[in-house]
């Protein structure tokens, strides 16, 4: 048995539904739930507070291999100190983008995200590249995507802000991670593309849900 076989992979773009969903599913499933952006996120915070440049790869590197991550229900600890409400912030969100595209630090994380899910025996783990390189022998790959205007109205409810602003965000951000040329965002072929636009949370995951048992 692979240690994948248990895997659930939720990819998509920001704003898509992706943590809400892949939380509740993973509730229903019974299975470990891993948000694998926190996990950039939480590099990207470890170089903020040293004062590193985003852009310069040698020493974002360096750095992410000497950084711990400690993930959890309640949160993230970065080095041991709760970075929980850092990670969401402006700072972090604009810099993530440039730490996500340093190969060296996919490389680090992909491995831990493999470890971490296979200590557990499965997971549902979303990110961007779940289906097509982390866990390609996932038991089920869903790809979530909805509209751009639903995706920055729902990023403008979780942390305000002017719908126009967050939507050109969004867009850059998306940009970003679907050009880089290490593991861009794709739909991997084998993944069930499911639009959240105008649906409820529940009918999604009782999709998601039916498709895993099916
Ligand atoms: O899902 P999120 O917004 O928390 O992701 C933060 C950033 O990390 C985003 O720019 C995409 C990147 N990311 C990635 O490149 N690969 C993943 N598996 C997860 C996130």
Request: charged share 25%; aromatic share 2%; hydrophobic share 40%.
């Amino acid at each position: 048995m692979t240690p994948s076989v248990n895997v659930v992979a939720i990819d998509g773009p920001a704003g898509a539904g992706k943590s809400t969903i892949a939380r509740e599913l993973a509730r229903v499933l019974n299975l470990p739930y891993l948000d694998t952006g926190a996990m950039y996120r939480g590099i990207t915070c470890a170089v903020l507070r040293k004062g590193v440049n985003p852009i310069d790869d040698a020493a974002v590197s360096q750095l992410a291999l000497a950084t711990q991550l400690e993930i959890s229900e309640d949160g993230l600890l970065v080095d041991g100190v709760d970075a929980t409400v850092d990670i969401r912030g402006e700072a972090v969100t604009r810099a993530v983008s440039s730490v996500a595209a340093n190969s060296e630090v996919r490389r680090d994380l992909r491995e831990r995200q493999r470890s971490w899910v296979a200590l557990r025996g499965g997971g549902v783990v979303e990110g961007r590249d779940i289906a097509t390189v982390v866990f390609p022998d996932a038991r089920l790959k869903v790809f979530l995507t909805a509209s751009p205007l639903v995706r920055a109205q729902r990023r403008v409810a979780q942390i305000g802000g002017d719908v126009e602003q967050i939507a050109l965000d969004i867009a850059e951000r998306d940009h970003k991670d679907s050009t880089r040329s290490d593991s861009p965002l794709r739909e991997s072929e084998n993944a069930i593309l499911v639009d959240t636009s105008d649906r409820s949370i529940e009918d999604v995951v009782k999709q998601i849900v039916e498709v895993f048992h099916g």
